[in-house]
Structure formats: C-alpha cells, structure tokens
C-alpha cells in the first residue's frame, strides 16, 4: 500500500521560512510536488518536480520557493522563504506512480503565515 508522508509546516511570521517534506513509499515515482488549498478556494499547484529534477512553479511563488528531490529514496522538499499571508493554506505532496501514473496524495499540512 502506497503511502505519502508529509512533515513540516506550522505558524510563522509574514518574511519567515518554513520547510515542507514529503517521502512517498513503494516504486519509483516520476513527478513530485505540492498543492496547496487556501479556505473556499480551489487546491492549486504550488511546485512540482520531475524524475529529471526539471522544476516548475506557479508565479506566485516563483524566487521565494525552492523544490528538491531526492529520488533514490522518493523523498522531496519545499524550502519557502519569504513567506506572505497569501501563503496561507493546506498543502498537499502529490507523487505520480510510474508507468501506471496514478497520483498519491498526502494527509495535508497546514502553513499559517501570520503576524
């Protein structure tokens, strides 16, 4: 049974970093990445990374976020720096299974950028 673990998260002040983890058991896993779900919105994607270690991000986040794999041990890590109140949500770590393609998902974790 696959399983998605997430760690990080927590409360910090608007300028303030915090560090997301994700490690996803079982087979290999092509892409890996966060979503993040803010009160009466949509779950939107955050940063995703490919098997190659290609990255991608939303505008929103671009220069603040920072994605990493370690893919040996299908382990990934958002370092988010700079945080803003919009920054705000539930986040999400997804993993892709290979050839069968089917998306995992985390429990959630819950960022709170406050003053």
């Known amino acids: 049974q696959v399983q998605i673990e997430e760690s990080g998260g927590g409360s910090v002040q608007p300028g303030g970093s915090l560090r997301l983890s994700c490690t996803a058991s079982g087979s290999a896993y092509t892409a890996m990445g966060w979503y993040r779900q803010a009160p009466g919105e949509q779950r939107v994607l955050v940063a995703s990374?490919?098997?190659?270690?290609?990255?991608n991000y939303a505008d929103s986040v671009k220069g603040r976020f920072t994605i990493s794999r370690d893919g040996a041990v299908n382990k990934a890590a958002l370092q988010m720096n700079n945080l803003k109140p919009e920054d705000t949500a539930v986040y999400f770590c997804?993993?892709?299974?290979?050839?069968?393609?089917?998306?995992?998902w985390g429990q959630g974790t819950q960022v709170t950028v406050s003053s």
């Open positions: 990374i490919g098997a190659d270690l290609k990255t």
């Open positions: 997804y993993a892709d299974r290979i050839i069968t393609t089917v998306r995992y």
